[in-house]
């Protein structure tokens, strides 16, 4: 017997109680209620907060997903990383962005060089000592 996802996906909503399932958003609920169903855990916030919860998930996904931020950034770091995100997008930072880019950009891009290329070289070592092994 065949079933396809989105009856499987209904009936999870209509198990739940999700009148939702029989609606022209049937399938935007149903898949909320499997998501929140498969969860390993509880949500951080309530369901009218979690969009935009998810919108920041998203972000670091999108940004952390090009560059390893927690092998490169030590924890202060990476708090300093989002102090300055959050200032910049709520446009309260001390600081022009402009002037700050110009004047740390450099250091910034030096050090992220060295720590990467060190990396390179500790993996580039354990792979040789996997090889010789």
Same mark, same amino acid.
């Given at each position: 017997m065949r079933v396809s996802m989105t009856s499987v996906a209904a009936?999870?909503?209509?198990?739940?109680?999700s *009148?939702?399932?029989? *609606?022209?958003?049937?399938?935007?609920?149903?898949?909320?209620? *499997?998501?929140r169903q498969m969860s390993t855990?509880?949500?951080?916030?309530?369901?009218?907060?979690?969009?935009?919860?998810a919108l920041g998930?998203?972000?670091?996904?999108?940004?952390?997903?090009?560059?390893?931020?927690? *092998?490169?950034?030590?924890?202060?770091?990476?708090?300093?990383?989002?102090?300055?995100f959050g200032n910049?997008?709520?446009?309260?930072?001390?600081?022009?962005d402009q002037t700050v880019l110009t004047t740390y950009g450099q250091a910034l891009n030096a050090i992220l060089m060295d720590r990467s290329s060190k990396i390179v070289e500790l993996v580039k070592a354990e792979g040789e000592e996997y090889v010789a092994n």
């Open positions: 009936a999870l909503a209509l198990r739940a109680g *009148t939702a399932a029989f *609606t022209a958003g049937a399938r935007s609920a149903a898949r909320a209620v *499997t998501a855990g509880p949500m951080p916030h309530d369901d009218e907060k979690m969009p935009f919860y998930v998203n972000l670091a996904r999108q940004i952390g997903g090009q560059t390893s931020f927690k *092998t490169l950034l030590e924890d202060e770091e990476l708090e300093l990383v989002l102090e300055g910049s997008l709520k446009g309260t930072a001390l600081a022009d």
